[in-house]
């Protein structure tokens, strides 16, 4: 197992570091889901992955005619690209939602197993948070790809291994998935480890405070334990990245807005710090992602959130070269009202983006909903930061 665990390590290091990014300075977009697209009025919740083939795999929730979250009938959907995001193939179905048993599946986080070859999805479904409760818990499934993302597996309940990890024998309130990406660890004593984000409720009340929890599988996804411990006690959608030094470093959405929550693993996600806030990301409660990227031996972390201590607009990535202490160059991607982002470093180098285009707010104008929109642009390009 030990050498297994090497061997995979030294495979990445050496992909990364014959990764050359192509010399164009502009962002591409491409549609990827739009409204009313396939019968259904509204999308949201990218989840970008790129597949052992090399195929870009997109994964969204396909939400019929109700904007709202689960428990709305909501069928998880994906597309592929083996074009680097030119184009994409048409839908296929990862969970599918059934109105006449009114079960309904959302919120995805895909991983690449790259030891194993397939894609793992995790994802809430049935109840919805909020409504959730010991009799009618919100559940957390998996189903997994063997075919770099054409088609998926049959739906897998995890509900008790995940809840049991949370909330051990006290009361199960309820828990959902962070959505977006998860990370397949590379380093260490626990390389191969898959890993993404809950986001669990601590108490009956509605709209009250939750805690954020890693949960990991060591056996490609069919079994899953929690961490010891809560990264933050009054947290929200989350994601993780592995630092160069083995360590892992949660980004946690903050409801109080204002600025990003972090917290570190120094034990492969088992325990975390308490959460600080860093002053130099702004967070208007929403979901963003985090990645790794290094260029030209410089370890960079990319993290894309809307430009905004208040609104969910402007979605921009951000750039720190000290592992998230400091957040220096931006680039705006999208110009006006836009939420959740899921990141991706392609095979060429170059990095893709899927982007939430829209609102969901009655305060604001216009018409609520979500154009979701791949853009592919250069890191270069990113570096030379907003004119």
């Keep these: 197992m030990k050498k297994l665990k090497s061997l995979f390590m030294l495979a990445m290091l050496a992909f990364t570091a014959c990764i050359t990014p192509e010399p164009f300075?502009?962002?591409?977009?491409?549609?990827?889901?739009?409204?009313?697209?396939?019968?259904?009025?509204?999308?949201?919740?990218?989840a970008l992955v790129k597949a052992k083939d090399g195929a870009l795999v997109a994964i969204a929730d396909k939400r019929g005619d109700a904007l709202g979250d689960l428990p709305n009938i909501i069928t998880i959907v994906s597309k592929r690209s083996t074009d680097g995001g030119k184009?994409?193939?048409?839908?296929?179905v990862v969970a599918q939602g059934d109105t006449v048993a009114k079960c309904g599946y959302g919120d995805a986080v895909v991983i690449a197993d790259e030891v194993k070859g397939n894609l793992v999805a995790v994802f809430s479904g049935n109840n919805g948070l909020w409504q959730s409760n010991e009799a009618s818990l919100s559940r957390t499934y998996t189903s997994i790809?063997?075919?770099?993302g054409k088609s998926w597996n049959q739906v897998v309940d995890i509900t008790d291994?995940?809840?049991?990890?949370?909330?051990?024998?006290?009361?199960?309130?309820?828990?959902?998935?962070?959505?977006?990406?998860?990370?397949?660890?590379?380093?260490?004593?626990?390389?191969?480890r898959l890993m993404l984000v809950v986001a669990a409720r601590n108490d009956a009340i509605w709209g009250g405070t939750m805690s954020n929890y890693a949960i990991y599988s060591d056996d490609g996804g069919q079994t899953w334990q929690a961490s010891k411990n809560a990264a933050c006690t009054n947290g929200d959608e989350a994601k993780v990245v592995e630092l160069p030094n083995g360590n892992i470093l949660m980004s946690i959405r903050n409801r109080a807005k204002q600025h990003r929550l972090f917290s570190l693993s120094t034990d492969g996600g088992e325990t975390w710090s308490e959460p600080q806030v860093n002053a130099t990301l702004q967070d208007p409660a929403c979901n963003g992602d985090i990645i790794a990227y290094n260029y030209k031996r410089k370890n960079l972390l990319l993290h894309s959130l809307p430009a905004s201590p208040t609104t969910r607009e402007n979605v921009t990535v951000y750039v720190s070269e000290d592992n998230g202490e400091t957040w220096t160059a931006k680039r705006r991607i999208f110009d006006g009202y836009s939420a959740y982002s899921s990141l991706q470093v392609l095979d060429d180098g170059t990095i893709g983006i899927i982007v939430e285009e829209g609102k969901w707010d009655g305060n604001l104008p216009g018409e609520d909903g979500f154009n979701l929109g791949f853009y592919r642009f250069s890191i270069d390009w990113l570096l030379e930061g907003d004119k």
């Design 161 to 192: 291994q995940v809840y049991s990890g949370v909330y051990g024998t006290g009361t199960r309130y309820g828990l959902f998935t962070g959505s977006g990406s998860g990370i397949q660890l590379k380093q260490g004593e626990h390389a191969g």
């Design 25 to 46: 300075q502009t962002q591409e977009r491409v549609s990827l889901y739009e409204m009313y697209e396939d019968g259904s009025k509204f999308y949201r919740i990218p």
């Design 87 to 92: 184009t994409w193939s048409d839908m296929s």
């Design 145 to 148: 790809s063997t075919d770099n």
